[in-house]
T-cell receptor, first 116, second 114 residues
Framework: DTGVSQNPRHKITKRGQNVTFRCDPI?????LYWYRQTLGQGPEFLTY????????KSRLLSDRFSAERPKGSFSTLEIQRTEQGDSAMYLC??????????????FGDGTRLSIL | AQKVTQAQTEISVVEKEDVTLDCVYE???????LFWYKQPPSGELVFLIR??????QNEISGRYSWNFQKSTSSFNFTITASQVVDSAVYFC???????????FGTGTSLTVIP
């Protein structure tokens, strides 16, 4: 069990640029989640995949954000035209389970995004 | 409305003291799940425990214990004989039967002073 892997660990970019993050979940997990965490706050849900299907999106996920999980394995989160307010830690989590989210989610180390 | 409230922002204790971290939740679902996670300075959230809404039995795991009370919508976490390695931010989270996301509280930062 190699755990959830995220890269890059840190990303610094200028406002207006596009960024893409990658998440590799625990291999046998069929569910994958993206969260955003700002300083002093708990993680906030962004979106969730069951296998390759994106089943739920938060209203926090503006049209500048897009997530994919093309083959039901790794996932990418892209932010277009980044803004200062996008600066945060982006966390990926995975779990194994049926239609209800009763299984613990296992988190990666996160990608810290800083917008200059 | 905040579904999970952790009113204690920061707590400091001296090593070997007991400490309780409070968590109050809000949901209309009759079936739901509660979790505690630890986030050490390294940043990775570490799963500690899951509790189902239909199981009100309290649980003890080593120095950790959890007190779930549906009547007060609380799921408190006690660390007995705290150690410096317990220093971290602790998050309580709720998962509802009718949804798939976790709702996290704002966390309690625990500092254990040697």
């Amino acid at each position: 069990d190699t755990g959830v892997s995220q890269n890059p660990r840190h990303k610094i970019t200028k406002r207006g640029q596009n960024v893409t993050f990658r998440c590799d979940p625990i291999s046998e997990h069929n569910r994958l989640y993206w969260y955003r965490q700002t300083l002093g706050q708990g993680p906030e849900f962004l979106t969730y995949f069951q296998n390759e299907a994106q089943l739920e999106k938060s209203r926090l996920l503006s049209d500048r954000f897009s997530a994919e999980r093309p083959k039901g394995s790794f996932s990418t989160l892209e932010i277009q035209r980044t803004e200062q307010g996008d600066s945060a830690m982006y966390l990926c989590a995975s779990s194994f389970g049926g239609p209800r989210g009763n299984q613990p989610q296992h988190f990666g180390d996160g990608t810290r995004l800083s917008i200059l | 409305a905040q579904k999970v409230t952790q009113a204690q922002t920061e707590i400091s204790v001296v090593e070997k003291e007991d400490v309780t971290l409070d968590c109050v939740y809000e949901t209309r679902d009759t079936t739901y799940y509660l979790f505690w996670y630890k986030q050490p300075p390294s940043g990775e959230l570490v799963f500690l425990i899951r509790r189902n809404s239909f199981d009100e039995q309290n649980e003890i795991s080593g120095r950790y214990s959890w007190n779930f009370q549906k009547s007060t919508s609380s799921f408190n976490f006690t660390i007995t004989a705290s150690q410096v390695v317990d220093s971290a931010v602790y998050f309580c989270a709720l998962s509802e039967w009718t949804g798939n996301q976790f709702y996290f509280g704002t966390g309690t930062s625990l500092t254990v002073i040697p």
